[in-house]
């Protein structure tokens, strides 16, 4: 892998740029590997990563109907924070922020991790009381999240207006100032060199139409629209596709798709210090290094493939910032997109061995994968590797909704973003 | 005891403007049974229960708008709301059913002149076109952030229909677009 | 200033209203009509702004609202700074305030800059390579600097005031874009008598029209041709034609939204009138007819300030009455340039040169260029351009049979310029389209990307077809018009031929980056001009493996700046499929998204801001309480009133004097927020039956009972009473908050599953005001007012309901306790609940009673261990883990939920079972939210057991008390835990959850 | 914002109207017979297709009826709505 450095920046610079080289390579599948990774999101390509170093599983594949990086993680407000309820999810969302904090070295790519603070706003009684809730418990599990004031919110984070006269006022706030935002192509082309650097094949436009299984019904490959590949191991991170895809090994998943939007207002100089969430009225920013204010906003109502949704979620979005934020009124929006998250009844991840052997599946990360991203994929490579869960993982299992086991973070705290 | 005391609408503290007005006291009877039974439904109230989707009837001082496939709002004078009522509940004696008074649960707010439904339609995602949206026309609805029942009664005439609580904001909504339209 | 760029005469402008103005500070004037570039460019201004990475100075490129580099801000007062507003659609009005941006501390020195001095070391991604070590240095030094460059105008930093209307509408035919072709498509639309909304993004309809002074329609001059046309339309009362007015989005199903600008342009706008409109506009047909955008040429340094687009120029010329600069060279690729040329040379501008790319450029155009004597230069490029804040002098070069340029930096020659026109074609603008996900084919004759097959019931029409010639765009348009009608279920107008005389078609026109013979690697050849991305930018990005044109997007950021790379997605995708060896339809185009152009936030939110962001709920009795001083909460939309402080009493004071109140007399409590639910028919009860867990049939009338209702999935969903009026007849009661969801889960069980059952269900909640009166002086207070009931203790035992006059008003009088008082909840009509509840309070004043909030109805209900869903209940409880498995009816085979509650984790031993906590310090309140472990020496992460769910003072104790969920609570009653504070523990013993009267008899009171 | 056909009251807007998820998913007539691998399936599995897939609206602010529609999830083109008790063309319990 051609290092890459401020000195390496500037000897190139010298020589006009000519020497860079691919920063991954565009292999031709090849007709068997060790392992496949259906997805190269963050998190499919984040596996693949960890596989080859931690594990040391080369021969593998990671496979993409498009572009790696196209979905979900190249379409995402890179909200990240682990101030999370359930021990389960404090310790898989904390797992990931604590591999955030090196992954810029780690992959020697600037991923632009920037813990510039998750401000969550509570507007009535009882968002105090939940917020109050998530922090006696993010302390216990060494979990940073502290209760500010509504003044020591504004202080933080001066745009937002408390007034009492607002329909919600803002009556205080939970903070987590580890969590904070990450340039989200980085982290799929980070982690897609790194693992290409250690032999991992990424294979683009190359989608998954099959998956082929033995007498036995374990899996022995997949068949693509380049060809059919054999492997033993094959593992799904597919985002707002799985239910697609382990349709074709014949499984059912507790899952549904829904288009997800998010907007860029046309970029300023800095004005906004670090990421505010209101789960009560429905509003996420932050402002990225480029200067556009990046916007969260709502999921459709219906389940939906078509990466796009309606103009009335978007309003209502607006609605709630230009409430929040009134001077940003007339800030303008520069683009809006949407995305096919995948959602669980209890709004919380599959990172688990499935029923089919050698078929294993990362998924239900709905509107808040991405703050996962390395964790995620490190217990997952895990998971692949030897063929059990890691500890981490472990609760994350599908079998959790038989046994009504449920992680529900969604009733405990309305959204998960 | 029997001290009497005063009735008092949703509406009643708010300021009155031009075009906008809040109807006054009135029984109000929301109707559910089947097909079976609107007949003597009909006959007990005095008007003709539509069939025809999304259509109100009127006679006399009396309304029925057809909501639902199996559901009437009837709108009667307040006067009447016991006597209506118990003539329903006769007539309807056959025929499983459910009567509920709701004439306190929801207050009418009336829109008349020509620009009544340009004024509806910053609320109102329905096309108010009298084509599509015909005198006589009824159906539930909402009106931004309030669900209502909206009925065209005549050609600049709209009547809503609204939950008593969702009255201010609905008028509050509706003052503001008449004084922009007015502004611009 | 004067305007020494200015004509003698011609253009749209109004000569007679000189408008004043200030841009950085500096006075100058302009005319009305006139935009701020316009103006700008009549003063001879061309610097206007700096670019984006290496804060080069940049001029005007266009005339519309492609402009990429003439952004400004503009304002009246701080509340109304906009930033990055194009200077080109930004129309002129006395006083009008602007400034530059993206410059520190002028516009002509830039400190800035010096990322320029560094560029060869900034190319596309550099900052993935660098800023690595030491770890923290990204977040803590380089990312505040790199925040600082970056971003183009500032924010505003003061609410904005203005309003923002938004309405809905819905029409047969919707036009986007008003040139030739829209406005031909509204004719024939309305000539078939349909409803047609017509809209165009400028101040005035017409497109490419406004600057056509040859061509005549029918015998008019092109622009009398417009003025009737647009009368015509005027006259037409099922017509809207809305100037102003961008079509920004369209969505499915024929959903296309508008944005109107109103006040803007207005010097002293009524501050009632709203600043923009959002039309939300339903179409049974839409026809697009939004022309085409000019592309600029990719020549080493095509991106000082008086180099534009030649159409832009003419546009100047033309609609503003603006010489652009005094010497002229064109470049081109395209016969439109030769117009612009002709143009300027009429007006008196020297053109110098004209070089154009093909090597034998022909056609009337050109032949009329050379009877002009303009200096025509077949085969040449542009090899650079020299220059500091404005060109000075462009060199041109041959190119080769094989395409190349001459080679060597000083070949060619230099010609010097203070204004360089470029025109690299036309490139549809098929935004609107793809946004509604219709398929776009290349087409290689015009080497475009043309509408093909639409998703949507749309029609193109015009130069947004590929349709370039204005007789063809006319007909083209009225054809589309016609056909929408008719597919509308209108008329369709017989067509109408247009007689088009003046107009010249053109034709040509190139892609990518132009051959200069210089060290590529060096020159930077502009693509997309706001986030300086140049050609070789897009190359380094192929070379470095990424493929996919929408990797090269978002490595080199081209076509992400606020025009949306309008005028350079063609350009960037063609020298990204040269470097990838690909047909340039196979490397394809990025998504069109919406918006179109930027739109304002205040437009989406339109009037939904402060009391109107959402409704507002309140009671009957509310305007009592408010009288009364009550603090209020939000509860979902409602407010309720949490306690009514007297004089000098905080919360604690007010809460503790109102929970003695109703243990010791008597308090009432607004309850009208509760959901109600009447459930009538003959199967009502066997619906409740199914609905909830307790057993409803042998309720008689006139009784009533505490339900529980669970998810499908066994987690307890919503509680209430339920009292039952007649054998066919319920009153349900619900949480406040969970209202809506109850009667939206009933009815999808009673329609989905259970459609034979002969019940129905209808919202009450509303209809009703409650009243709750408790306390042991409860009965002597209301018997006086009642009629029609006899209320005493056995006739009306705990657990009674009964209809009878309560003040005279018909009610329906409940005989139910949230207190553990003898209690009872007045319902009635909503009209009468302020009255009833003042004629209460009056027959109570005897008797000391005490109005009591939200907060105190929680004190009361904790003391007596009954739940609250959503606060002792989080989406995770059962019934038993809640203490309420006892309600279960024992021998109903089935409810929803009960399936799942045989699940042999539902009934695992370490649940989290509902207790009551004690603390060691009887002074100490816990906080809600707290945790409870048994080793709060533990290091982190601790094994937590449960948290506090409710905690208050009990009054009625004299000692704090709270509720709580802890794994095999009930097992642990007795045992000693610990709840971990920030630097302190606190010890706490865990009890049985009622803590006051665990008997009941006060209730039978 | 869609542009549903409610069955009762002709094309309506998006907005009114809620989503009922994957239709013809009955309620089991005895649950306590199903075993908890099947209860789970039926509490939580969906097919949630790409393509067409029928489910279940209601029309909450207009008629209140529920009613089944066939749509494709990725164009979100409704093919046909029904009322209940009518046989949907995807031929499945309604
Ligand atoms: C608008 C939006 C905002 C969000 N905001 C946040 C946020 O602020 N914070 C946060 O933490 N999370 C957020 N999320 C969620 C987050 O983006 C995702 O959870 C996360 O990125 C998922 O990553 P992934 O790698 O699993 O999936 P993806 O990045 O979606 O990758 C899945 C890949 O699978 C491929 N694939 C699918 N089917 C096939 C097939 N048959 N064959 C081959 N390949 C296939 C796809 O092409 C895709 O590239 C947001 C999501 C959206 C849409
Ligand atoms: N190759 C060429 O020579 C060439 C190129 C372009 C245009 N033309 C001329 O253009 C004419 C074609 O007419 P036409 O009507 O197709 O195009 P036009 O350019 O005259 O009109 C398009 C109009 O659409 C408006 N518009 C574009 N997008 C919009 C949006 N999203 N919302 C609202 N308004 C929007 C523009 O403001 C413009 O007024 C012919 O007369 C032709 O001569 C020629
Ligand atoms: C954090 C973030 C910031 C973005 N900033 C911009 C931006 O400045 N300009 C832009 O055009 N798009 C921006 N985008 C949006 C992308 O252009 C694109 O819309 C998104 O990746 C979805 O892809 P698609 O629209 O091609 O489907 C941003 C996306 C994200 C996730
Ligand atoms: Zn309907």
Redesign the interface.
């Known amino acids: 892998m051609q290092r890459f450095s401020a000195l390496s920046l500037f000897r190139q610079g010298l020589s006009g740029h000519r020497g860079w080289r691919a920063q991954w390579r565009s292999p031709e599948p090849k007709a068997a590997y060790d392992a496949l990774i259906i997805g190269a999101g963050g998190h499919g390509l984040g596996t693949a990563y960890y596989l080859a170093r931690e594990h040391g599983m080369r021969n593998i594949a990671v496979l993409d109907r498009g572009w790696l990086g196209g979905g979900n993680t190249g379409r995402n407000t890179t909200i990240i924070r682990s101030n999370y309820l359930f021990d389960e999810s404090a310790a898989l969302y904390d797992h990931a922020v604590k591999l955030w904090e090196g992954l810029s070295q780690t992959l020697n790519y600037n991923v632009m991790f920037s813990p510039r603070g998750v401000l969550m706003l509570a507007h009535t009684v009882h968002d105090v009381q939940v917020f109050q809730r998530h922090i006696h418990a993010n302390r216990l599990n060494g979990v940073d999240n502290e209760w500010l004031s509504a003044e020591e919110a504004k202080a933080y984070c001066p745009p937002i207006e408390i007034g009492r006269h607002l329909r919600y006022p803002v009556i205080g706030a939970a903070l987590q100032r580890r969590g904070g935002t990450a340039r989200h192509d980085a982290v799929a082309w980070g982690f897609a060199r790194a693992a290409d650097a250690m032999g991992v094949d990424i294979i683009e436009n190359c989608a998954v139409t099959a998956i082929h299984r033995d007498a036995a019904g374990a899996v022995t490959g997949v068949e693509t629209t380049r060809g059919t590949i054999r492997a033993p191991k094959v593992g799904v991170v597919a985002a707002g596709h799985t239910s697609v895809v382990m349709a074709m090994a014949g499984l059912r998943m507790p899952l549904e798709s829904y288009p997800l939007q998010a907007l860029v207002s046309e970029p300023v100089k800095p004005v906004f210090p670090c990421v505010v969430m209101s789960n009560t009225i429905h509003a996420y920013i932050s402002q990225s290094d480029k200067g556009e204010l990046v916007i969260g906003a709502g999921t459709d109502a219906y389940t939906s493939y078509s990466q796009r949704g309606g103009l009335h979620i978007s309003s209502h979005t607006l609605e709630a910032i230009c409430e929040l934020f009134p001077m940003f009124r007339r800030m303008r929006m520069l683009r809006n997109w949407g995305g096919i998250v995948d959602v669980t009844p209890d709004r919380s991840p599959i990172i688990a061995k499935t029923s089919v052997p050698g078929l294993y599946v990362n998924s239900g990360w709905g509107t808040g994968g991405f703050k996962a991203t390395p964790g995620s994929a490190h217990v997952f490579a895990w998971t692949m590797a030897k063929d059990e869960p890691h500890r981490i993982n472990a609760p994350f299992t599908i079998e959790r909704f038989r046994d009504g086991l449920l992680i529900d973070e969604a009733a405990a705290a309305a959204v998960a973003h | ?10 509406l009643d ?1 708010l300021a009155t403007a031009t075009r906008l007005a809040a109807s006054g ?1 009135e029984a109000r009877l ?1 109707l ?1 049974v089947r097909p079976a039974g609107v007949a003597a439904a009909s006959s007990a109230f005095g008007v003709d229960l539509p069939t025809m ?2 259509r109100a009837e009127r006679a006399g001082a009396c309304a029925a708008l057809w ?5 009437w709002l009837l709108l009667a004078p307040a006067a009447d709301e016991g006597c209506v009522a118990a003539a329903l509940e006769d007539g309807l004696a056959g025929h ?11 207050t009418a707010v009336v829109v008349d002149g020509a620009r009544a439904a ?1 004024l509806l ?9 009298l084509a ?1 949206f015909p005198v006589g026309m009824c ?4 009106f ?4 209502i029942v909206l009925w065209r009664q005549g050609v600049a005439r709209f009547r809503i229909e609204v ?4 009255a ?2 609905l008028w ?2 509706l003052d ?2 008449l ?2 339209g ?3 | 200033m004067s305007e020494a760029f200015r004509t003698r005469d011609g253009g749209r402008i109004d000569r007679t209203r000189p408008r004043s103005f200030r841009f950085d500070g500096v006075g100058y004037q302009g005319l009305a009509g006139d935009t701020l570039a316009s103006a700008l460019l009549a003063n001879g201004v061309h610097l206007v702004g700096r670019s984006f990475k290496y804060h080069r100075p940049r001029g005007v490129v266009a005339a519309g609202s492609d402009e990429p580099n003439a952004l400004v801000g503009v304002w009246r007062d701080e509340a109304s700074y906009a930033p990055n507003l194009r200077a080109t659609q930004v129309e002129l009005y006395e006083g009008l305030r602007a400034e530059s941006q993206n410059r520190s501390p002028s516009l002509r020195f830039d400190r800035g800059a010096m990322a320029g001095l560094l560029a060869p070391f900034l190319p596309a991604g550099f900052y993935y390579k660098t800023f690595l070590w030491p770890r923290r240095a990204w977040a803590r030094f380089w990312e505040p600097r790199i925040r600082a460059m970056a971003g183009l105008g500032r924010a505003p930093t003061l609410p904005d005031r203005d309003r923002y209307a938004q309405t809905y509408a819905h029409c047969d035919v919707l036009v986007v874009g008003g040139g030739p072709a829209g406005i031909a498509a509204a004719l024939a639309a309305a000539a078939g008598h349909a409803r047609v909304i017509l809209c165009d993004e400028q101040a005035e309809l017409g497109g490419s029209l406004l600057a056509e002074t040859e061509a005549t329609i029918d015998g008019m001059a092109a622009q009398a041709w417009l003025a009737e046309a647009l009368a015509r339309l005027a006259r037409e009362p099922r017509v809207r034609v809305l100037p102003r007015t961008t079509g920004f989005g369209y969505f499915a199903h024929n959903f296309v939204g508008l944005a109107e600008r109103l006040t803007d342009h207005l010097a002293e706008p009524d501050p009632q009138a709203p600043r923009e409109r959002l039309w939300q506009v339903r179409a049974r047909e839409v026809v697009l007819a939004t022309g085409a955008l000019e592309r600029p040429l990719v020549f080493p340094e095509n991106d000082r300030p008086g180099i534009m687009l030649a159409d832009a120029a003419r546009t100047y010329l033309r609609r503003y009455g603006v010489k652009p600069g005094s010497r002229a060279v064109v470049a081109t690729a395209h016969d439109g340039a030769y117009r612009a040329a002709l143009d300027l040379h009429r007006a008196g501008v020297a053109v110098a040169a004209v070089a154009d790319l093909r090597p034998d450029p022909e056609g009337p155009l050109v032949e009329a260029a050379r009877a002009a004597g303009i200096a025509i230069r077949p085969a040449t490029a542009i090899a650079g351009t020299k220059g500091r804040l404005r060109v000075r002098s462009a060199r041109l070069v041959r190119i080769g049979a094989e395409g190349e340029a001459g080679g060597g930096a000083s070949a060619g020659e230099t010609v010097g310029c203070d204004l360089l026109l470029m025109s690299g074609g036309f490139t549809p603008s098929v935004h609107l389209f793809s946004q509604s996900r219709g398929q776009l084919a290349f087409d290689p004759v015009s080497a475009a990307f043309l509408p093909a097959r639409p998703a949507e019931r749309c029609r193109s029409a015009g130069a947004c077809r590929g349709t370039f010639g204005l007789a063809a765009a006319l007909i083209e348009g009225y054809a589309a018009g016609e056909a929408a009608s008719a597919a509308a279920g209108r008329g369709g107008a017989p067509g109408l031929g247009f007689a088009v005389t003046g107009a010249i078609d053109t034709r040509g026109g190139t892609l990518g980056a132009t051959p200069h013979g210089r060290d590529a690697a060096r020159v930077k050849a502009f693509v997309d001009f706001q986030n300086d991305v140049t050609a070789k930018d897009v190359k380094l990005a192929v070379r470095e493996g990424f493929r996919s044109i929408e990797h090269i997007k978002r490595y080199t950021t081209t076509g992400m700046a606020t025009d949306q790379g309008k005028s350079s997605n063609m350009n960037a995708l063609a020298i990204a499929a040269v470097a990838l060896g690909r047909p340039l339809p196979e490397v394809g185009l990025t998504t069109f998204r919406m918006p179109y152009t930027p739109v304002s936030f205040g437009a989406f939110a339109g009037f939904a801001r402060g009391e109107l962001f959402d409704p507002l709920r309140r009671t009957p009795i509310d305007p009592w309480a408010e009288a009364a001083g009550a603090v209020f909460e939000e509860v979902g939309q409602w407010r309720r009133a949490r306690y009514f402080p007297r004089e000098g009493e905080d919360m604690h004071q007010a809460v503790g004097r109102e929970v003695r109140a109703v243990r010791q007399g008597v308090g009432i409590f607004d309850g009208s927020t509760l959901g109600k639910i009447e459930v009538v028919g003959p199967d009502a009860a066997e619906f409740l039956n199914r609905m909830y867990v307790n057993a409803w049939s042998k309720l008689a009338p006139g009784r009533c009972r505490y339900g529980v209702m669970l998810r499908e999935d066994g987690f307890v969903m919503d509680d209430g009473v339920v009292g039952r009026m007649a054998p066919d007849r319920f009153h349900v009661t619900t949480t406040t908050g969970g209202a809506a969801r109850v009667l939206a889960t009933m009815e999808d069980y009673l329609q989905t599953e259970w459609a034979d059952l002969d019940v129905w269900l209808t919202s009450t909640s509303e209809q009703w005001a409650v009243i709750a009166l408790q306390g042991p002086r409860a009965r002597e207070v209301l018997a006086p007012l009642v009629a029609g009931a006899d209320i005493g203790r056995e006739a009306f035992p705990h657990m009674s309901v009964r209809a009878c006059r309560v003040a005279g008003v018909e009610a329906r009088l409940f005989r139910v306790s949230f207190s553990g008082e003898l209690g009872f909840e007045v319902n009635v009509p909503a009209d009468y609940g302020r009255a009833v509840w003042e004629a209460i309070l009056r027959a109570g004043r005897g008797f000391g009673i005490t109005p009591y909030g939200t907060e105190t109805m929680h004190v009361l209900r904790a003391e007596k261990g009954y739940i609250i869903v959503g606060q002792e209940t989080d989406g995770t409880a059962t019934p038993d883990d809640v203490g309420l498995s006892g309600l279960i009816g024992r021998t109903k085979k089935d409810f929803v939920g009960a399936r799942s509650l045989r699940r042999a984790a539902m009934a695992a031993p370490d649940r989290k079972q509902l207790v009551g906590l004690l603390t060691e310090d009887p002074r100490e309140v816990l906080q809600e939210g707290a945790q409870i472990v048994a080793n709060p020496q533990t290091p982190a992460p601790v094994p937590m057991l449960g948290h506090v769910t409710s905690a208050y003072h009990s009054p009625t104790l004299e000692r704090s008390i709270a509720l709580a969920m802890v794994r095999g609570g009930r097992a642990r009653i007795g045992e000693v835990l610990f709840v971990p504070m920030p630097g302190r523990v606190v010890k706490v013993s865990l009890c049985d959850p009622v803590f006051f009267d665990r008997e009941g008899v006060r209730l039978d009171g | 914002m869609l542009l549903i056909p409610c069955p009762w009251c002709g094309l309506r807007p998006e907005i009114e109207f809620s989503y009922g998820g994957e239709a013809n998913i009955a309620r089991p007539a005895d649950p306590a017979a199903l075993t908890d691998e099947e209860w789970g399936a039926f509490l939580y599995l969906r097919t949630n297709p790409k393509g067409r897939h029928a489910e279940r609206w209601r029309h909450a602010n207009g008629c209140g009826r529920f009613f089944n529609a066939v749509r494709d999830t990725v164009s979100d083109f409704f093919e046909t709505t029904t009322k209940p008790g009518e046989l949907p063309p995807s031929g499945g319990k309604s």
Do not use: N
């Open positions: 005891m029997g001290e009497s005391v005063e009735r008092e609408g949703a503290l006291p929301v559910r989707p999304c909501l639902g496939p199996d559901e499983p059913h459910s009567l509920v008074t709701a004439s306190h649960r929801q340009a339609a910053i609320g109102c995602p329905l096309d108010l076109d599509a159906t539930r609805t909402l931004a952030k309030a669900p939950w008593r609580s969702f201010p904001y509050q909504v503001g677009g004084r922009e007015l502004a611009e």
